[in-house]
């Protein structure tokens, strides 16, 4: 069974950055498609970036030209890099991937989760 695991959080100030990473158990290449997603105290959890398999990365309007997804195939790790943090960035954040079941079913995997607090 596939995992994902995320580390990287913590707390830092506004205008600072962080690194994220994503540690995936099997081959990253094994994904149609893999994203970052947060979710803040009381609200729902909403999509900060996507990378897919072949084609262009994409990012919410809120994160762009802040954040930036990467990978490094060897290690079969996703990152997350996080520059001029904002308190609103605060969440905790999650690495999601998406691939084809044994009936080619697209499938739904979560990492836990790693909590960003940034303090103004």
């Known amino acids: 069974q596939v995992q994902l695991v995320e580390s990287g959080g913590g707390l830092v100030q506004a205008g600072e950055s962080l690194r994220l990473s994503c540690l995936i158990s099997?081959?990253?290449?094994?994904?149609?498609?893999m994203g970052w997603y947060r979710q803040a105290p009381g609200k729902e959890r909403e999509l900060v970036g996507i990378?897919?398999?072949?084609?262009?990365?994409q990012y919410a309007d809120s994160v762009k030209g802040r954040f930036t997804i990467s990978r490094d195939n060897f290690k079969n790790t996703m990152y997350l890099q996080m520059d001029s943090l904002k308190p609103e960035d605060t969440a905790v954040y999650y690495c999601?991937?998406?691939?084809?079941?044994?009936?080619?079913?697209?499938?739904?995997?979560w990492g836990k989760g790693t909590l960003v607090t940034v303090s103004s």
């Open positions: 999601n991937g998406v691939r084809e079941d044994g009936d080619g079913l697209l499938i739904d995997h």
């Open positions: 099997g081959s990253i290449f094994s994904f149609n498609r």
């Open positions: 990378m897919p398999r072949t084609g262009s990365r």
